[in-house]
Nanobody, 125 residues
Framework: VQLQASGGGLVQAGGSLRLTCVAS????????MGWFRQAPGKERKFVAA????????IYADSVKGRFTISRDNAKSTVYLQMNSLKPEDTAVYLC???????????????????WGQGTQVTVSS
């Protein structure tokens, strides 16, 4: 599975962005997907995950109520809608795919086998 993330940018605190991750590959529509983020000098952290058909989602506590993950399997695309952005949301955001079919979506980065290149999100105060 190959992953291409886009949609990052510079936004003021309180603003919104929508990230997009386009997947290609034979099993992309049956793979659980996740979004992670990594700030400079810090470890990669879980943001949100969605199961293979979009019926189940999980979120990090820090983004609950502000971020929404969704997917469109017909377009092999996963989205991350980010509202009420805060300066502490500044990071490179990466999408990831689980190689197992019909997965549930997990908060640990060890569950994911494929990673995109990331897209920078910068929130100014």
């Amino acid at each position: 599975v190959q992953l291409q993330a886009s949609g990052g940018g510079l936004v003021q605190a309180g603003g919104s962005l929508r990230l997009t991750c386009v997947a290609s590959g034979r099993t992309s529509s049956t793979s659980a997907m996740g979004w992670f983020r990594q700030a400079p000098g810090k470890e990669r952290k879980f943001v949100a995950a969605i199961n293979w058909d979009g019926s189940s989602t999980i979120y990090a506590d820090s983004v609950k109520g502000r971020f929404t993950i969704s997917r469109d399997n017909a377009k092999s695309t996963v989205y991350l809608q980010m509202n009420s952005l805060k300066p502490e949301d500044t990071a490179v955001y990466l999408c990831a795919a689980d190689s197992r079919q019909y997965g549930s979506g997990y908060s640990t980065k060890l569950a994911y086998d494929f990673w995109g290149q990331g897209t920078q999100v910068t929130v100014s105060s």
